[in-house]
């Protein structure tokens, strides 16, 4: 298998260098991969990413995606090398096999463009199922999971060029992490990871080390999560999405707080009124 990070040399220049010449040096980095998705040998997608955890992610991007409504839809998952990347063949049962492929079927335009023209546009801002209530939270109890964050996040300490997602909860703490090139893969392993083990993301919060997109939110809704914090800031389009199936999405987590943007009343102290 593919190994997820890889050394290579490079040549150095450092300010603080006596000589100010360039050195040889050597650099850890994140390996890419091409990672084709094929349920019941239908083609779907292609995905760069890091060949790492791919049983999750195979399991998380059918799930977020809303190609299957459960776990429980997927009979199997191979992991295929190829000379070119790695294949995950997803077998569907025979009835979300059939109601999958009504819908590619449904979908494909007659010049084989997929999702295309209105309806492309219509798929891509559908907001995702209403989110539970989950639980409130207290600013200190946000600021706990985020700093939980990094010391499990083994890939980035080692190239600092990855992203991660987090499920934390109140009274079990950091239960899992995922890693990746790419904040969604990241997110979708995550999802993958929450599922095959059984569990459900109701009662926590996802966790995230990127911005928040709108993907990001209509994912974490897919996986069930009520509440989001993540480090940099969202985007407004975001924004309306979390505001529209009722995710709380707070971001901009720094060691001295962070700001919350939509549906405040699972932070204990929030009120409305503190979000324009």
């Known amino acids: 298998m593919i190994k997820p990070i890889v050394r290579v040399p490079c040549s150095v220049w450092r300010a603080h260098s006596a000589s100010l010449e360039m050195t040889a040096g050597t650099r850890a980095i994140p390996e890419e991969t091409a990672i084709a998705f094929t349920f019941n040998t239908a083609s779907y997608a292609v995905m760069m990413a890091t060949p790492q955890d791919l049983e999750d992610f195979a399991v998380g991007f059918a799930l977020t995606e809303g190609i299957v409504p459960s776990l429980e839809a997927i009979d199997t998952v191979e992991v295929v090398e190829e000379d070119a990347g790695i294949e995950l063949r997803v077998w569907l049962k025979t009835k979300d096999a059939a109601e999958f492929l009504g819908r590619r079927r449904k979908l494909a335009g007659p010049t084989g463009c997929g999702l295309c023209g209105v309806e492309s546009l219509i798929e891509a801002m559908r907001p995702p199922p209403p989110v539970s209530q989950g639980q409130v939270l207290t600013p200190e109890e946000i600021m706990t999971a985020v700093s939980s964050l990094a010391a499990h996040q083994e890939?980035?300490?080692?190239?600092?060029?990855?992203?991660?997602?987090?499920?934390?909860?109140?009274?079990?703490?950091?239960?899992?992490?995922?890693?990746?090139?790419?904040?969604?893969?990241?997110?979708?392993?995550?999802?993958?990871?929450?599922?095959?083990?059984?569990?459900?993301?109701?009662?926590?919060?996802?966790?995230?080390?990127?911005?928040?997109?709108?993907?990001?939110?209509?994912?974490?809704?897919?996986?069930?999560?009520?509440?989001?914090?993540?480090v940099s800031a969202p985007t407004a389009l975001a924004v309306r999405m979390a505001e529209a199936c009722g995710l709380t999405l707070a971001a901009v987590a720094r060691k001295d707080g962070f700001e919350v943007f939509t549906h405040p009343h699972r932070i204990a102290g929030a009120s409305k009124s503190d979000v324009a």
Do not use: C, Y
């Open 155 to 230: 890939l980035n300490r080692e190239t600092r060029a990855v992203h991660a997602a987090g499920f934390w909860e109140p009274a079990r703490g950091l239960l899992a992490v995922r890693e990746d090139v790419g904040r969604h893969n990241a997110l979708d392993k995550l999802g993958g990871a929450r599922a095959r083990d059984g569990e459900t993301a109701a009662q926590g919060i996802i966790v995230l080390t990127s911005r928040v997109s709108i993907e990001m939110v209509q994912k974490s809704a897919m996986i069930g999560a009520p509440i989001v914090v993540a």
